[in-house]
């Protein structure tokens, strides 16, 4: 079966580029497709799209998008400055690595940097090689893994995933916003890397739900599609943003995996309740794919400690205002999983996180707020983004932040857009490590940090990042993340075994707020629009560790 | 957008950059183990409020696991960082370096205490000749050393001061050490004196070695028999060799020619061909490293990427064109890009390993011709090019990585100045980096370093080969003063399947 031409326009929209040696290859549903309000979720044109995906790594039956590299690189023959291809002058094929035979692979769609296209359900697992070729052009190659399972969903721009709501004769009728998905209700959602007959269970809102169906398992190539009930009653909260996990076995490349996203849902049926408080209508225009105003306020504080007696500050403000879609607001609600993760660094080959802007970029243009200001008691900001860094002093008496704990108050002298407007909001007291600088982590035992947790209300979500060298030598990093207001985050002694011993490590502490918690307003722009105000905090410490 | 400033957040500022002191001084800039007792130096990237000075400037170092740090003397202070006394008694291991300058925050950087990290001094000058009967000179292309002249050497990272003399070599030929120790009121400087021997040959860049203790640095000398300027091997004129001595720059123009050969599979490969022009200034130090940098031959893990210049070029944007040409080829290099004359040809359509297309960047004589252009010295000059290097394998590579696997190439059409570095990676999981004689035609990868490689697994082999030192095609173009250089470089990729 091959997908509709419009379908296969909007597949190589939903790209991300990730450049490796000669080209990329990753799942092509690790970037999102269309809003949920249409049925069809291809059916749809997106704007620009975000990408965080294994690149590389592909598994049987997955549909996945090979980019070339970036435009303007000489290796690339994929842009000679010709007109983009067809799918009928473009051949791809896999060869498993030991073996001669290239096998044809079906394309989806076809454009100037891009294929789209299907790994066999059949193809061995290990290493293996992608050829590629466009009429008259030389034949270009890439490796690739191809491992039991690696999956990702069909998300609305990075946002929340793509859900249908079942009926009981079969038809789809999307969940949104104003259409969340009810208890007992059967809910399709779609993504890509399943692999094989690969087992599946799925929790909404940190409950258990039942997995009614994997067939039709794969009704479009290249497509999973997985069937689950939202459980009945009033077991999961309701929320416009409630955690949606996928969990999967991947049998000798990860144990278990999941893969989260949220989704919309009310024991009524009737429009969830914002937590920016937005209005039906705005969620309306959100769900069929419109855009809401939006001023972006980033501020942030962070601690950088030299030593005990040598701290200073360094600070940031900014003003950012722009349109967002539903799936760039949900983006705000991802849920963030508490516990601590350890990774080492890349030091070659082939793995690479990006993002990257394409398609057709028609973003509508971002409101003029006028010339804004913020302040707090006696201190007024004025956006002028990194503000002057302080002089050090000990951490005894660190130096006084700018952005300060306490009521702050956002004010604008108005536009053409927005009228004499402001707003208050509420930030907490920077945060600051507890104990002796610089800690001193024994590899061997647990290791506890503590901060100024009190300060912090239950939204502040605190990761560190511990990043050093390996016990086994190269470098290695390591992230926890926990609720900012526990105060307290113990480091596992199994993590901190794998850093090398005597060596000195930097620590980077980052507090941010979650969910509703992040402070925001709604205003009204002149032509009578909602502008959402939302302030993007986040305070930290930066500082050698020394680990024994 | 929140991760983007999140990430911004944790990326703060550039990390400083701690080395040896001789080192720094000659351009490098990656972070080393510096010893005990020797000078060295961190790259500070603040922002400076007022002119540094040495009183301003404060540096500690923390050993790890010490609540202590240890005070480093100061001995100099600039806008582009700090040199210090690394204190004789630091600990070795890894330690917090802490500094400062005046009217600047406190800056940290993670550094290794190792027992030596020796180097040898060639900025300003690779070294002092001293006369008996003269002044003493600085060495240099215009004022080299001669037999019976004694020279003054200097180093720091020796660590603790071996009990035996060091053991001088200068083009080989071993020479009578007259001083070795620390250099008078100079804590942290090693100097060594030493009587060139006869019999030590000739040249601009006369290889020296030093061996002391388990320490060996290597450095070079501008020596010939009647202490008259040394004939270069680029040719350069012996006031442009004054202009080096004396600081200054030469004009040189890099001409660029790659030819590459990619093949998916035996039955599809092609060649991707370009070639560019570009002019700027080059220093003493930077042409010396055209001779003094051998790259190391043998296998390692890892990728090596090879590093460039840096060109920075102020004027008007070029205009015109430039050619190259060959037989009955001419390649017309346009004025493009501003300052850079170029032209990328289109690749060749897919066709069997054995049975390419011929390249247009082709082995034979060649000519240079750039008359009429604006950015270009007018001139042209004549050199030859060795034949593109192609692998003597199928497509894709096999290759066991339980056994040494040796690679095989048309080495015979490459002069001795011509090297071959090869990188193999494997999807995921790590690289291989080897450097031979392209001549030799063959080398040979260990079986422990194939051993990190995943059996079924995916990779891809590349060599590049391109010319070193005096077999780098080149010409001095006497009426305007300007050096031409051509970077050729050849390349085959091919895919690999491990086994």
Redesign the interface.
Known sequence: MRLSFRTAGLLFAIAGVIQA??ATVLNAASVQTAPPALVNPFFSEVDFVGVSAYS?IVSPGMMAILHAPAPGA??N?LL?GRPAPSASETTISI?H??SSL?IPLEILSVNATSITFVIPLNMPL????I?Y?FA??????T???VVPASFAFFTNLGGPVIAQSVAADGSLSPIGLTTPAQPGQTIRITGSGLGYNTPVSVTVGGVPATVVSPPPHRATPGIDEIWFQIPAGSAVTDGCYVPLVLSYSSQNQWSQMQTSSTISKTSTGAPCVHPFQLSVADMATLDSGGYIAVG?I?M?T?L?V??AS?A?R?E?DDL?P?EMTAGQIA??FLPTAPGCSIGRTS?????YLGQIAVGNASLPTPPDLGSAVLQNGATTLNFSGTLP?T??GPLSAPPTPAIAGGTWTWQTSGSTDLATSSFNFTLPAPFQLSGAT?P?FIRTQDQTLNWNGAAFDAGAVLTA?LNG?AATGGQVSLDCTVPANSGTLTIPATMLSQLAG?????L?I?V?ETGSFIPHAQLKLTSGATLLMYV?Y?T?E?L?V??? | ??LA??LL??A?ALPAQVRNAAVAAAGGSATAPVAPGSLAFVTDYSTLYQEPTIAGAVVSI?P??SST?IPAQVENATSSGITFLVPADTPL????L?Y?QAGE????A?ITIAASDFALYTTPAPGVNVSASGPATSNGLSTPVQPGQAIEIFGTGIGALPQSSPQVTLGGVMQTVLYAGIAPDEPGLIQINFQIASGTPDGCYVPMTVSWGSSTATSYLSKTSSGMPCQHPFQLSTSALQTLDAGGTVETGMISMTTAL?A??AQ???R?E?ASATFNSLTAAEIASYFTEPPAQGCSV??NAPAGLVVSIIGPPFSGSVTLQHASTTLTLTAASGFEYSL?L?????APLNNLPAPEIAGGAWTWNSSGASGAPSGSFNFNLAAPVQLNSGA?I?IPTEQYQTITWNGAGFDSGAMLQMTL???????VSCVAPAQAGALTIPANLLAQF?P?????LTVSVTETGASIPHAFLQSSGTLMLVNWSSGDTR?V???
């Open positions: 040696q000669n590389n000489t290796a023959p000679r060869r690595s030991g290239a290990g290493g293996a090689e050829e070729q008259g052009q030389p034949t270009g190659w490796n690739v893994n972006q980033d942030s962070t950088d030299a030593t040598a200073s360094d940031y950012n722009t983006s705000l030091t070659g080959g082939f793995a860094q002089t050090e610089p001193s990042f060298s005597s060596s000195l490590d930097t980077n980052l941010r993007s986040s930290g930066n050698p020394d680990v024994q | 957008m929140r400033a999140i957040l944790l703060g923390r790890v696991g740090p291991g890894n330690a917090q802490i400062h925050l406190t800056q940290w993670a990619e998916a599979s599809q490969a092609s991707q370009s890892g990728s990328t289109p690749p060749t359509a897919d894709p096999i990676t494997g999807l995921g999981s790590g690289a995943t079924g697994g995916s990779g891809v895919p399947d491990f086994q």
